[in-house]
């Protein structure tokens, strides 16, 4: 029940603690209030991706984060935990940096938010320019903000089909998507992605897609279904939600020149491969490649506020300028595109990459985490390690040799998620495989002990679950 909340009664850090790593103060709420909390969330919360049902049972006690230092999270009993899963993907330079802090205080004490259908500012026009610099000149020139990865992408989409349509390619309508790929929950984003369970009602619903499994069946493709597609979307270098499975090396770069010379439109989704997470700023650079449209979000704002960006081409925007009685205009956006704090919040961002040389010191981590998952290669239980630079996965069986994946009702993903809060490790799985994917600030330090924890857990989870011959863990 617990395991299927990834829940139940976290047990104090029994980790240690990494080598130069300050504990610091531990914050708790006080007596009356943790309870109170807990059962005011089970009363009235609805989380997403979550059991509700094992959620909300007596003696589960949701875990109340209340302040977050660096790569850690405290919680509402004061136990620490290791932010394995950087806050889904999103945390970069770690919890309550003082440069971000600092720049969300400055634009509160001016203004939070104004509209930007009519208006602008200042730090919207400033990001803007910041994020069209960090490609090459003339290349993503223009920039449409948003409020997630999810509306990134569906702006990107809606952009392409639209530009078809207006600039004589209306039978392109079509886009090409991948096996296992994940784009977003709402609607239009959901009916892109290829993993049944995140679709929902998607499948019916959304976007005419063609989904492929990868270049040969994109080579394969019928002239006329080529003559259909609007735009091809992409995770590149590797796909997330499907476990953290990389792409083949040099596909990105094999799809982009396919989709030049057949009058393709390129869309990546770099909502969580940007911002370092691959080892550079972004997964397309590893292959020279500049898209049409690059989606980002997560990472833009170092994970404090919502925010997202659709990059696009001049060519693309001057196909959206003309008389209003044309109807060129793209009619779409949210109340809360250009926030003022998140923008400043990214452009702070974006100075601690400089100022902290954040890029520069990737690569003795990336090392680190190679190394620490190479001594998990042969476990008895792990069926295969993935990694592309600081995104790395764990995939736990049942049985390496004949390969048996433990069944998804079992949940044993989630429930070594589970076994590792009691050594101080806070992440989540996907099925069978156990994401691990810090913030970029995480030491080589806290790396192993984010892989003691892991290890730890597996020997109290997994082991139990072989037969009971003496030998038989290591024979599996």
Known sequence: MESMT?????????????????????????????????????????????????????????????????????????????????????????????????????QLRLVSHVSFLGTSNEPAIRLAQRLVALFPP?????????????????????????????????????????????HGDTLGAASLGGIGAFRGPAARFGFAVERVGGMDQVRSLPDQVVGELAAAVIEPLVQGPAGMRPWPAGMLRELSDWCRDHGVLLILDEVMTGFGRTGRMFACEHEGVVPDFIALAKGLTGGYMPLAATLTTETVFEAFLGDVAEMKTFYYGHSYCGNAL????????LEVFEEERTLEWLPAKIDRMSERLRRLEDHPRVAEVRQCGMIAAVEICRRRRPREPWPWEQQMGARVCLAA????????????????????????????HMFKALERAMDEVLADTCPAQPQALSRC
């Open 138 to 182: 003339d290349t993503l020139t223009r920039v449409f903000y948003s409020d997630d990865g999810s509306t990134a992408i569906e702006a990107a989409v809606r952009m392409a089909l639209q530009y078809c349509q207006q600039t004589g390619a209306e039978s392109r309508q079509r886009l090409l998507v991948f096996e296992r790929g994940y």
């Open 6 to 106: 990834q829940g139940g009664k976290a047990a104090e850090n029994g980790g240690g603690e990494p080598e130069g790593v300050a504990s610091g103060p531990e914050p708790r709420l006080a007596a009356a209030h943790g309870p109170a909390l807990a059962a005011a969330d089970k009363r009235h919360l609805w989380h997403p991706f979550t059991p509700m049902r094992d959620w909300c049972v007596d003696g589960h006690e949701p875990v109340v984060l209340v302040r977050g230092e660096g790569a850690w999270l405290w919680d509402q009993q004061g136990r620490r935990y290791l932010d394995g899963n950087a806050s889904i993907w999103t945390n970069i330079h770690g919890h309550n940096h003082p440069r971000i802090n600092a720049a969300i205080e400055a």
């Open 421 to 448: 809060r009691r050594h101080g490790l806070l992440t989540r799985a996907i099925g069978n495989d156990i994401v691990l994917l810090p913030p970029l600030c995480v030491s080589e330090g806290e790396i192993d």
């Open 342 to 349: 998140g923008c400043a919040a990214a452009l702070a961002n």
